[in-house]
C-alpha cells in the first residue's frame, strides 16, 4: 500500500484496551485497517515503563496520540487491509516527533550507560 500522505490514516472508533494490548480500528483509501498496540510497545514509552492495566485503560486515548504517527508509518507500509501490530522496536527505530521527545537518541543511550558498569570491575 502506498499512501500520499500519513494523513490518509484516520482513526476510527472505539479505543479498546482488552487487557494486553490497545485496538483500534484505521481507515484508510484502501480499506478498514485494525491495529494493536501491545503492552510491551506501550511500557516501552518511558512515561508509561511501569503503568498498570488501569492507568492504560485510562490513557489509552493519550497513548494513541503519543503513537499515533508510527502506527500510521506501519500501515503505510502494510498490505492493504492487513491487521498491524506496533512493536516496542519500531517506535525506537522510526523515532516519530510525537516518540522521540520522550526516548533517548542513540548518542544519549550509548552516553547513560552507568558509571559502575564504565568503570573495570575487579577480579
Known sequence: ????????VEFVGEIEWDGKAIVVGAATPFGHVSCRIPRETIHALPVYSDALEREIRLERHLILERLAPALRAKISRSAAGEPVDLWPWEISRARPAAVASTLPTDQEAAGSVPEAMEKAQPS
Open 1 to 8: 500500500m502506498t499512501l500520499n500522505s500519513l494523513g490518509d
